[in-house]
């Protein structure tokens, strides 16, 4: 099993910024590929941000430019650095990670989720 706990939700003013951190358990964090999903009211969890074991990064088109993901190996936490925010960026914010087949613990997991509220 791996367990994630995210924080650095809250509210901010459109144009502002957040730091969303998501720590996991484990000793292999770095075969992990962790990314972020995001959820709006009434709408789908989409991705948002994904980083993989060799630290490749990919971003939903509507963040490029203003998200970015990193990772910190050394501490089991990915990031998700968020500038330029806009209301539509609303959402419930989930962490998550993929476990390789070759792991006793292959799998995905999720994070309990963190609010992310745009709004002035």
């Known amino acids: 099993q791996v367990q994630l706990v995210e924080s650095g939700g809250g509210l901010v003013q459109p144009g502002g910024s957040l730091r969303l951190s998501c720590a996991a358990s484990?000793?292999?964090?770095?075969?992990?590929?962790m990314a972020w999903y995001r959820q709006a009211p009434g709408k789908q969890r989409d991705l948002v941000a994904i980083?993989?074991?060799?630290?490749?990064?990919n971003y939903a088109d509507s963040v490029k430019g203003r998200f970015i993901i990193s990772r910190e190996i050394a501490k089991n936490t990915v990031y998700l650095d968020m500038n330029s925010l806009k209301p539509e960026d609303t959402a419930v914010y989930y962490c998550?990670?993929?476990?390789?087949?070759?792991?006793?613990?292959?799998?995905?997991?999720w994070g309990q989720g963190t609010q992310v509220t745009v709004s002035s």
């Open positions: 484990g000793s292999y964090f770095s075969d992990y590929t």
């Open positions: 998550n990670a993929g476990v390789p087949s070759y792991r006793l613990n292959s799998g995905a997991y």
């Open positions: 980083i993989d074991r060799v630290g490749s990064t």
